[in-house]
């Protein structure tokens, strides 16, 4: 069984990134499989993610472009990030 969980406001500073986030982090800690899909432009969720990653194993990742660059690209496979 698959669950959508959608945070979406078209105002800033609302707390999308800081609920999605956290959301998925205590869902991927009880077990869960989790994704997160991060259309925010600025690619912030994608961001705090990879330097929480940094900060718990050392491992620095980067990212080339954000999903919505993909997206306009026509080419999201440069946007996938595996973790």
Same mark, same amino acid.
């Given at each position: @069984?698959?669950?959508?969980?959608?945070?979406? !406001?078209?105002?800033?500073?609302?707390?999308?990134?800081?609920?999605?986030? @956290?959301?998925?982090?205590?869902?991927?800690?009880?077990?869960?499989?989790?994704?997160?899909?991060?259309?925010?432009?600025?690619? !912030?969720?994608? !961001?705090?993610?990879?330097?929480?990653?940094?900060?718990? !194993?050392?491992?620095?990742?980067?990212?080339?472009?954000?999903?919505?660059?993909?997206?306009?690209?026509?080419?999201?496979?440069?946007?996938?990030?595996?973790?």
């Amino acid at each position: @069984m698959t669950t959508v969980l959608t945070f979406s !406001n078209f105002k800033g500073g609302t707390g999308k990134t800081t609920n999605s986030t @956290m959301t998925g982090i205590e869902l991927a800690k009880r077990g869960f499989k989790t994704l997160l899909i991060d259309l925010d432009p600025q690619a !912030n969720a994608t !961001n705090l993610y990879l330097k929480t990653k940094e900060n718990v !194993n050392g491992e620095f990742v980067t990212f080339g472009q954000t999903l919505m660059a993909g997206i306009k690209n026509k080419d999201i496979k440069a946007t996938i990030i595996e973790a």
